[in-house]
């Protein structure tokens, strides 16, 4: 398996704009977390996903961000319309479940001007 | 308001000395795992441990889980080079499979 996929690794946009990033879990993978990450406040946990179900999402910032999970092996994360204080790095992970290891994407830089 | 809180928040330190990082919560937690994150990459995982008073080892590294499960503690003996990364430890609430991630220790060891 190639591991967690996201897409794109880099995303510049403006102010006002809509992003939409991009995962793919590894297969067999029934949990799914996506994080946003900064020096000011760490690895937040934005929202998680149990078999394509959303669990929790009191992580997600502000009405602005939404998480969808179509089916087992594609999830978007997006930002309408984006601003500057979300510039930030955004991983996705999957596992198969409680207590088990979570596999990280490489993440998306996002910056928005 | 942060779960996990790590200390210290940066460490750094010369090549072969000991060093161990804290991870505190008021929370109880069904499991604790540490990962680390190098510049440009995701968290890996180093190790979970779920008893309270576990103690693991690996290599130079040993976790231990708190008794009551509230708390853990990295220990590096004689530290390399390549151990310099951000530590963070992480951990499910309320037995839930969410996973929430401690504010980290950035570590760097000086050849």
């Known amino acids: 398996d190639a591991g967690v996929i996201q897409s794109p690794r880099h995303e510049v946009t403006e102010m006002g704009q809509e992003v939409t990033l991009r995962c793919k879990p590894i297969?067999?993978?029934?949990?799914l977390f996506w994080y946003r990450q900064t020096m000011m406040r760490g690895l937040e946990l934005l929202i998680y996903?149990?078999?394509?179900?959303?669990?929790?999402d009191s992580g997600m910032p502000e009405d602005r961000f939404s998480a969808k999970m179509p089916n087992a092996s594609f999830s978007t994360l997006k930002i309408q319309p984006s601003e500057p204080r979300d510039s930030a790095v955004y991983f996705c992970?999957?596992?198969?479940?409680?207590?088990?290891?979570?596999?990280f994407g490489q993440g998306t830089r996002l910056t928005v001007v | 308001t942060q779960l996990l809180e790590q200390s210290p928040q940066f460490l750094s330190i010369q090549e072969g000395e000991n060093l161990t990082v804290y991870c505190n919560s008021s929370?109880?937690?069904?499991?604790l795992q540490w990962y680390r994150q190098e510049p440009g990459e995701g968290p890996v995982l180093l190790v979970t441990?779920?008893?309270?008073?576990e103690v693991k080892k690996l290599k130079r590294l040993t976790f231990q889980f708190g008794d009551a499960r509230k708390d853990s503690s990295l220990h590096i003996t004689a530290a390399q080079p390549g151990d310099t990364g951000l530590y963070l430890c992480?951990?499910?609430?309320?037995?839930?499979?969410?996973?929430?991630f401690g504010t980290g220790t950035r570590l760097t060891v000086i050849p």
């Open positions: 929370s109880v937690f069904s499991s």
């Open positions: 992970a999957s596992r198969t479940g409680l207590n088990t290891e979570a596999f």
């Open positions: 992480a951990g499910g609430k309320d037995g839930a499979n969410n996973l929430f």
């Open positions: 996903f149990n078999n394509n179900v959303p669990i929790d």
């Open positions: 297969s067999g993978h029934n949990s």
């Open positions: 441990v779920v008893t309270g008073g």
